[in-house]
């Protein structure tokens, strides 16, 4: 195994040093190393992160692997800086049993480009009718900690009862999808101005909000954690304020699109800004931003959706909702926060390692840990084209945009899984 020797880099807000990177482990830190086995990476410039974790990629295999693949997914996280996914279980077949996960986390590994952890559904199917095999997904060799329905919401209070007890006795977690269906029938887009323009079926926020409102109740009830995922809304913050308040075990996400764009994109007839939840107003994207940075949304999380040609360009109505998310997620971080780096430590990769429960991620680089981090040139320009996105999929909402930051280097237990910004294989 190679031994790195990264000369000059900080590490996150700290002073220029050096850092050794030697069987899988950061083996020393200090200016003025040396390491006579060692290639050296002149980092001059260029800052050490943990390891970005995402807790929402739709790596689309088993079933979808034109739009994309366990392995193509991979490679796409790695370029973005992460060391670890959660893949999501809306595939086809679904990720509802020990079988099919277990066939993910081993593709995961094989492709050796990340941690793929797989995420198991909590109903059958995503049908919502009865619960998936939690306790064998969990005893699995997956390990699964988290189980989600999304594309889908568990709305059956009972069966969300019911599932928030069952993981409790592992320390489980259940990602809701908050979108009570009722209010959302037909929906295009963000209920309100803009959609009442273009004559669109709108989304309220209120579909998102009730339902966040009822799970917290729910998770205070049984003692369970409850995560919710891609929170877009300015009244889903306040519903999380007072349930954290009153110590509901609730942590929340945001995406980097709902922290960016707006409803007006749906101006354009682009189904690139067709996404769930919708792209929100002005005044709920600075809500989300004041709350990821006060911690009352705990995590940034991609909700990478890669989708088919066909899928995603055709008319409004039909396209499949869902945005690329892993290569551009720093640098819309970046754009949106500046270079606060422990924020975005925080952020991208301590909490979403703490909550999905991924021990040897989220480690700020050190002597003795797990050498999982990146390393990211912050002055570097870059222009967003969608051709050369190493997902298999093309749905990126930043097509042709100027965005700030560059991924030089990203180190799984030691190995470079991505070099001078490109992927090592
Ligand atoms: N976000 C989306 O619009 N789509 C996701 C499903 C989901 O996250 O709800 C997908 O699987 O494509
Ligand atoms: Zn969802
Ligand atoms: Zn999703």
């Known amino acids: 195994m190679t031994a790195y020797l990264i000369r000059n880099v900080r590490v996150l807000d700290g002073e220029p040093t050096d850092l050794l990177i030697r069987d899988g482990v950061v083996a020393g830190a200090g200016a003025g190393l040396t390491a006579d086995d060692a290639t050296v990476l002149d980092a001059t410039g260029l800052v050490a992160l943990p390891g970005l974790v995402d807790l929402h990629t739709h790596l689309r295999e088993p079933g979808r692997e034109d739009a994309e693949t366990v392995e193509s997914g991979s490679r796409a996280a790695a370029l973005g800086g992460y060391t670890a996914v959660c893949a999501m279980a809306n595939t086809s077949p679904v990720a509802d049993t020990a079988g099919v996960v277990e066939q993910v986390w081993r593709l995961g590994r094989e492709a050796g480009l990340v941690d793929v952890q797989p995420i198991g559904a909590v109903t059958v199917g995503l049908a919502g009718e009865r619960l998936a095999e939690l306790g064998a997904m969990a005893d699995s060799a997956a390990r699964v900690r988290i189980f989600s329905d999304d594309g889908h919401c568990v709305a059956d209070p009972r069966l969300m009862r019911r599932a928030l007890e069952y993981v409790k006795a592992f320390d489980g977690v259940i990602a809701q999808h908050a979108e009570e269906p009722r209010l959302t029938e037909g929906a295009q887009m963000h209920e309100g101005e803009v959609s009442t323009r273009l004559g669109l079926t709108g989304w309220p926020a209120v579909a998102e909000e009730a339902i966040i409102a009822r799970d ?172 050369e996105l190493a997902s298999r999929s093309r749905n990126t909402p930043y097509a042709r945009m100027t965005l700030p930051g560059r991924i030089v280097a990203t180190f799984l237990r030691g190995e470079p899984t991505v070099l001078d910004g490109k992927a090592v294989k």
Not at 289 to 316: F, N, Q, S
Request: glycine share 6%; with cysteine; charged share 25%.
């Open 216 to 387: 917290v109740l729910l998770a205070e009830h049984v003692g369970s954690r409850l995560h919710v995922c891609h929170v877009s809304t300015a009244g889903s913050v306040e519903v999380l304020r007072q349930a954290k308040a009153r110590g509901v075990r609730v942590t929340a996400e945001v995406t980097p699109h709902h922290l960016l764009l707006t409803d007006d994109r749906a101006e354009t007839y682009d189904p690139v800004f067709k996404v769930n939840p919708p792209l929100r107003t002005a005044a709920d994207v600075a809500a989300l931003r004041a709350a990821l940075a006060e911690g009352v949304i705990d995590i940034i999380a991609t909700d990478h959706a890669p989708h088919a040609v066909e899928d995603k360009e055709c008319e409004w109505a039909y396209a499949r909702p869902g945005m690329l998310g892993l290569e551009t997620a720093l640098s819309i971080a970046l754009d949106v926060f500046g270079p606060r780096w422990d924020l975005i430590a925080e952020r991208m990769s301590r909490t979403p390692a703490r909550i999905a429960g991924l021990t040897g991620h989220g480690l700020d680089p050190a002597p003795g840990v797990p050498a999982n981090l990146t390393l990211v040139d912050p002055a570097a320009r870059r222009v967003i084209e969608p051709a």
